[in-house]
């Protein structure tokens, strides 16, 4: 497990700083009708013109900038001319590297009037994150955030999927520790100041188990219950966590 330095934290926050401007034009542009690998493209665009690159674009041969996961795609839906109409959720998953550092957030959206029973789904994802980040701080232990995202979300009658984690963060897109959503208190590896993490609480309205699509990417739930995604890149401090992707 590598702690960053503080100029690859400046390093860190510059990524950072391009995914959520990306998020921040897929979620303008998300309305009835429009295809998901418009909303790709826009994504991209976004970050080529920061002069940067989309990480998951060729990675372990994956197509695109963005993972786009729709109603019960729960990650790694690949953008398709697959229209989103009104009452859909949307995940949008953005990976960029900036001058050799990686920034990697995701969120999902509500497409025109969605029901307010998805509507809670969104934001539990959101607030189970938020319950992790309690307990993301230096001394403490990876399962302490895990055990409080899953806590949160199981209260809330949600399931939490396990086949996926969180995941440390740096000059590549994933590096150690896992960060499971799911776990036990006081377990895991211990988080040290300039721990670099991406923390992403994946959840169900539903039963937590998911398959992968014979495409080799698409997770969706077992149940086909609708999926919610929320991620940050996250730096780990001896105070409160500094969230790069807000
Ligand atoms: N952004 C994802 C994550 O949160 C990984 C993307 S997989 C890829 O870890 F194949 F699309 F790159
Ligand atoms: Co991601
Ligand atoms: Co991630």
Known sequence: MIVKTDKEREAMRAASRVVKAALDAAERFIVPGVTTIEIDKVVEDVIRSFGATPSSKGF???PNASCVSVNDVVVHGIPSMRTVRDGDIVSVDITVLLNGYQGDAARTFAVGNV????KALILAAEEAFFAGMEYATAGNRVGDISSAVQLYTELHGYGVVRALTGHGIGKKMHEPPEVPNFGKRHTGAPLKNGLCICVEPMITAG??????????WTVRTADGSKAAHYENTVIVTDGAPEILTL
């Open 115 to 118: 029901s307010d029973k998805d």
């Open 60 to 62: 372990e041969g994956y």
């Open 207 to 216: 039963d937590w188990r998911v398959y992968i699509e014979r495409d080799g």
